[in-house]
């Protein structure tokens, strides 16, 4: 009968207090790249026959943002301010791509020919991350 020696040794590892900072840097540093979410911010209001987005913009701004507002099928548009990128009257769509934004309010609205309900337009805010580059879509909150 063989006997076989196995040999024992511990391995040694770093301590715990080695990894609870990695760790706690790794989570925190998830949490500030999810705080960027909230860079961009949208209030959609009416005045009579118009319609004003307010954007707001934080530190650091994106690169670019496109604003779009969405119109009851069939509104006339008699207006927009400032000029848009892109207007389809078909689809009652406005587009707006503002490069460069700055920090603070951003401002568009739009002159219809008769008021309309507020409920059924809608509005949306599209820009990337800046440091990430991920694709965010903001709804506007309605006034």
Not at 17 to 40: H, K, N, R, Y
Request: glycine letters at 4%; aromatic letters at 4%.
């Amino acid at each position: 009968m063989i006997k076989l020696k196995t040999m024992s040794y511990k391995r040694r590892y770093p301590g715990r207090l080695f990894f609870l900072p990695l760790l706690v840097s790794i989570v925190l540093g998830s949490g500030t790249v999810d705080c960027l979410a909230e860079q961009v911010a949208a209030t959609l209001q009416q005045q009579a026959q118009n319609l004003n987005l307010e954007v707001s913009v934080a530190d650091p701004p994106p690169t670019s943002l496109i604003a779009v507002m969405e119109l009851p099928p069939q509104t006339k548009i008699q207006a927009t301010s400032p000029r848009n990128a892109k207007l389809d009257p078909k689809n009652s769509q406005i587009k707006w791509l503002v490069k460069n934004p700055r920090t603070g309010k951003l401002r568009f609205s739009v002159t219809v020919s008769k008021p309309i309900d507020l409920s059924k337009v809608s509005a949306e805010i599209l820009y990337r991350k800046p440091a990430g580059g991920k694709l965010i879509k903001i709804d506007a909150r309605k006034r």
